[in-house]
T-cell receptor, first 115, second 107 residues
């Protein structure tokens, strides 16, 4: 079956511009996560959606970052007024979050470069 | 605060040379420990979940084990295609990742 997909795969933007990154989770997965991976760094949790519950936004680094998930499926991560330190790979993951399974399945990521 | 530390940061082995990667963790209320493989330019690929001390999982040349404080990923007779970064993560309230071990297998 289809895995998690993300678009675009690469995005180059000028400092100060807004960007939108898209994630299509695995069909039927109720949980969706966004992470950021900077060069040589581990994965940094950003935000988590579970069903119709309020999202866990505790990992968002600033108010320039926001995310939404429409219809319990596709998610968009928006970064406003981008800064050079926002350059990273943004990874999306989804999970079925059953009682016995917390495995997250990752998309290929979007490489964001802010010039 | 939940923490995950992986060692070594990088490991070079000859093809066929077995070794182990370490993942030490501190977490309140472990719901699972996960191993992922990440190839350059790709997202992490799920390998194993371990839930309780003493549990072991195997897949081809890889075997993951778990104690109350750490997990090991044993690689037996590795091949060059096993070269990748191996990530460990623990789940309590959130999934917390280690920095990874970059494994290189030379032919």
């Amino acid at each position: 079956g289809a895995g998690v997909s993300q678009s675009p795969s690469n995005k180059v933007t000028e400092k100060g511009k807004d960007v939108e990154l898209r994630c299509d989770p695995i069909s039927g997965h109720t949980a969706l996560y966004w992470y950021r991976q900077s060069l040589g760094q581990g994965l940094e949790f950003l935000i988590y959606f579970q069903g119709n519950s309020a999202p866990d936004k505790s990992g968002l680094p600033s108010d320039r970052f926001s995310a939404e998930r429409t219809g319990g499926s596709v998610s968009t991560l928006t970064i406003q007024r981008t800064q050079q330190e926002d350059s990273a790979v943004y990874l999306c993951a989804s999970s079925s979050r059953t009682l016995s399974s917390y495995e997250q399945y990752f998309g290929p990521g979007t490489r964001l470069t802010v010039t | 605060e939940d923490q995950v530390t992986q060692s070594p940061e990088a490991l070079r082995l000859q093809e066929g040379e077995s070794s182990s990667l370490n993942c030490s963790y501190t977490v309140s209320g472990l719901r699972g420990l996960f191993w992922y493989r990440q190839d350059p330019g790709k997202g992490p690929e799920f390998l194993f979940t371990l839930y309780s001390a003493g549990e072991e999982k195997e897949k081809e040349r890889l075997k993951a084990t778990l104690t109350k404080k750490e997990s090991f990923l044993h690689i037996t007779a590795p091949k060059p295609e096993d070269s990748a970064t191996y990530l460990c993560a623990v789940q309590s309230q959130k999934l917390v990742f280690g920095q990874g071990t970059r494994l290189t297998i030379n032919p």
